[in-house]
Each structure stands twice: as structure tokens, then as C-alpha cells.
């Protein structure tokens, strides 16, 4: 931005009053008064309903320049299409100042005093919410979005060396980011994915950024409102030991190392893979004929992680190729719950939603040949009720 668009952008805060940018934040993105008040929105003679069913930027984009929606095309009301007359075949009309702006928001009146397009509500703004709301649009255009730039869309990776897609999306190309620990705010990224057998400390780390994050498979921790995870949870795998139980002779369900002095009173002895890599079960000694199962999310190969990343990475490029221009980190999130019956490699289909976040409901059960102690698929996948 030059001086000169500074020095206006600037006039037009100063006009506002002392808003805040914050509380008009709220307002543009949720129609909602940070000072707990309600906004009416009004429509056409007398359709007035809560201003949260017409915040702002449903219509004008979080970046104000608007998006065609129903044959209808949002004004552009970022500062600097603000602050320039407007002559074309549909409308004439001069600069807004803060006072114009402010009569096009309640009253439905643009800067030359036309009537707007019935399509734009007028609003019932106290004058604080309004001081609000025109310092949060003066500042739209110095504004970022967290891992999007003009040209480049930043994807953070931890684990596998991914390839970067060679299509652009909407002009903007994908960057990849290699990271040996987990995000942190600097790393300004719109989502990261994470390879690794075990991706638990990327969820919190993201979770606290807002971060959306798509992990292979966790052990433990909540995924979070931003945190999506590729293979079962935790529970499900418990839950398909416990399944397993109920159909072989004398089981035994270990959860803790201590309890291998028991192996001799056991047939069939079931533990997750979390519990067999403590316990390094191939050392254990137990009776001939005994059979060992262990579930995990996933057969436990490297390089199938690094394909059904490098196939979540093609899926992402698809979901924000079909957002459109305006991309964000809480518009990915929206994207994301949306995927249904989408296999990936030779994983079984999976399944995200906004209470959903781990995508499968099924293991990967192994058994442990006790004559030369490899780990063979018995049954391999195994769906769980």
C-alpha cells in the first residue's frame, strides 16, 4: 500500500472514532455486538430478522471485496474501493467518507444518496457498534490471513518429504513447509499434516493456533476443534480388542507390562500397539500354542503414511479450489467435516464431520508368530461396531 492510500485509509479511521477493531470484527464476521447487544438486520420494507443470519462477511468476503452469490454481486467495500468514486453502467457515485459509510450501513443510502440494492440489509448499530465496525473496515486490507498470501498458500508437513501440487489455485501457488517440531504461531500456515506414525503433539499445538491440522493416527489427545485424524481413535481400538475377546478362548486384554506374569493363564492374549511397543513383546516368553494380538490404527508401513499423505494433500487442493478466492483457516475446517467415503491408498473409507474426527472405525489387527516372532495380519482390518 502506498503513503497516499495510507494517509486515506488512516483519515477514514480517524473519522470513525475511537472503534475498535475487535469488537467490530465481531460484528462483520458474526453479526453479534461485542457489547452483548442485539443487531437487527433489515431487508426489503419491514424483513427484519438477527443480524447473525446476515453478518457482513457472508456476502462481502473476509477480505470485503464481495463474491457473486444468486446472481447478485456484493459491493466491494474494502478501503481502497471505498475511498475511490465509483463510474460504471450500473452506478455513479462519490467517495464514502466515515459519515457515508456510516448512512449505506444503517440507513441503505450509498455516497451520492441512492438507494443500495435491496439485497443489502440495513443494520441497527448503536453508535459505539458502529464506531466498531467502520475501524474494523478501514483496517481490512492490512489484515492476513494466517497462511495465505497473494501468491502462495503455506502447508506445513511434519514426517514425510511431500511433493508440492504444480496447480495453482486461483492464482496462487502451494508452498510446503517442512517442520521438525510442532507449529507455532510464527510459522504462518493455513494447515498443517503430519505423517507420522504418531502425530499426538501436533493437535494441541494446532488447536491453541487455530490451526487446522490432519494427522495419520494419534494415541492420545483431543483432536479439537481444528484437528482432523486420518485412522481410529484410541477407543476403537480398545473397543475392537474388546470385540475380539468375546470370540476367542481364554483371553486375556493386557493394558499394562506388569501384567505379562499372567501370560501362562491366558489362550489369547490382545494389546494395543501402544501397550506391545512398551512392553517390547517380543521378548516376552508364553506357552506354546498361545496366540498374541495387537491392534493398531494402521499396518505400520512408512511408506503407505507417505501415500495417503501425498492423496490427503490432492483432496485439499480440491476443497480449496471449490472454496473459491476467499480461503481460510476456518473455511478449510468447514471443508474438511464435509468429507465422506473417501479412501485413500488401501486405507477403508473414511469419514469426517463437526463431531466426527477421527475418519475411520476400523483396526488393523495383527498376530505375533510365537515360532520366528514376525507379525502377521490376522485378520488385517477389522471393522468395529
Known sequence: MNLAALLATALIALQAGAGSTEGGEKIFREGL????????????????????????????????????????????????AL????????????????????????????????????????????LADADDLLAYLAALEQRHEAGVGTERLRIGVRGAAL??????????????VQLS????????????????????DSLPAAA???????????DNGDPGHSGFVI???????????????????????????????????????????????????TQLAWPAGQSLRIALPAPPDASLREAVAEQVLAQV?????QTGREITRAGLVARLQTVRDISLATLPPL??????????????????????????????WLAVP
Open 208 to 218: 491453541a493456533e487455530d490451526l487446522p491440522a490432519i494427522v495419520f493416527a494419534a
Open 351 to 380: 469419514r469426517w464431520s463437526a463431531a466426527r474426527r477421527y475418519g475411520l472405525d476400523q483396526v488393523w489387527v495383527l498376530r505375533l508368530d510365537s515360532a520366528d516372532g514376525r507379525l502377521m495380519p490376522a485378520p488385517g
Open 83 to 126: 475511498r475511490r468514486p465509483l463510474h460504471n453502467e450500473r452506478r455513479r457515485r462519490p467517495a464514502y467518507d466515515s459519515s457515508r459509510l456510516r448512512r449505506a450501513i444503517t440507513l441503505g443510502m450509498d455516497a451520492g444518496g441512492q438507494l443500495l440494492d435491496t439485497a443489502m440489509p440495513r443494520y441497527a448499530l448503536s
Open 33 to 80: 455486538s461485542p457489547r452483548g447487544t442485539p443487531i437487527v438486520a433489515t431487508l426489503g420494507a419491514n424483513d427484519a430478522v438477527p443480524a447473525t443470519l446476515l453478518p457482513c462477511v457472508t456476502c462481502h468476503g473476509a477480505d470485503g471485496r464481495g463474491r457473486s452469490e444468486g446472481g447478485v454481486r456484493p459491493a466491494d467495500i474494502s478501503p481502497s
Open 163 to 176: 511433493t508440492a501440487p504444480t496447480q495453482e489455485i486461483y492464482g496462487r501457488r502451494v508452498e510446503l
Open 231 to 281: 485412522t481410529a481413535s484410541p477407543a476403537t481400538r480398545q473397543r475392537a480388542l474388546e470385540a475380539l475377546a468375546a470370540s476367542v478362548p481364554a483371553p486375556l486384554l493386557i493394558e499394562d507390562c506388569d501384567e505379562a506374569a499372567t501370560l501362562t493363564t491366558a489362550h489369547t492374549v490382545l494389546l494395543t500397539d501402544r501397550v506391545a511397543a512398551r512392553c517390547d513383546v
Open 317 to 321: 487442493v480440491a476443497l480449496l479450489q
Open 181 to 200: 517440531r510442532p507449529p507455532q504461531r510464527s510459522d504462518d500456515l493455513l494447515l498443517l499434516i503430519d505423517t507420522r506414525a504418531d502425530g499426538s
